[in-house]
């Protein structure tokens, strides 16, 4: 055997055919810097997380602020609403995750990042972690257009708490899309799919308005939907208020998911055809 094929070995991974734990977190990284690249040689792709976060709060807020909060008062549903979007910026961007998942397929990337030596779960993992930094990126632009139409935060050590709480929530909500990327066939079905189940957990939620004029069955699924516990976390660690139950759910929904759905994605992932 010669001395290439010996150091050639380890970097395929170990002699059973295991990934090790330095291949994998090096194949992550050179697939992270692959999608960086992308992004920057299709700035158009940052058009979702840069225009929706500035499109959504103006529209809530100059729109449906006066209606919700009553005349003159945008600036208190400002403090209100922007907690929320915090929550849906993540579901909307995880939407897009599952549809560029599925255009990969389609031109035949996927296929050829199979065929390599390579940890099939490091192609979704910085997938991941790429989207995670979009977004950040739009939780960012969500707050400073928040700051410029007058929010108010009494705990900043709560607000960067409750920005980890959106990005650990928007993490596991991916690998439900990635899920969806592998299984249908074509990209405008996940957008289907997305919207039948977005539309119910964003408006059937506290992320743009109190819950209490809700009929009792309704204020009953808003209690646990993750979106509202997300929301609802995300006020009273910007602003004060009870946390714990919201924080508590919305991790649990987190962990929950992604023990069922990281799992569920690999392997589709793996056995695609």
Partial sequence: ??????TAAPAAGRADGRIGLRAHVRHTSALVRRNLLWIRQDPESMFDAVL?????????????????????????????????????????LAMGVGTGFNQDFQTGVMDRF???????????????????????????ILLAVGFMLGMSVSNVPGLFAAIGLALVFGSAIMWIFLTLGVVMKNAQAIQGMGFLVLMPLQFGSS???????????????????????LADAARGLMNGGPVAHEVTVTLLWAVAITAVMAPVAIHKFRTKS
């Fill in 1 to 6: 055997m010669s001395a290439a094929t010996v």
């Fill in 52 to 92: 929706m976060p500035i499109v959504f709060t103006l529209l809530f807020v100059f729109v449906f602020g006066g209606a919700i909060a009553g005349k003159g008062n945008q600036d208190a549903y400002v403090n209100y609403v922007v907690p929320g979007l915090m929550a849906m910026m993540g579901m909307n």
């Fill in 114 to 140: 199979r065929s390599l030596p390579i940890a099939r779960s490091s192609v979704l993992v910085a997938k991941i972690t790429v989207e995670i930094g979009r977004m950040l990126v739009a939780t960012s």
């Fill in 207 to 229: 992320i743009f308005a109190p819950t209490d004029s809700m009929p009792g069955w309704l204020q009953a699924f808003t209690d646990y939907n993750p979106l509202s516990t």
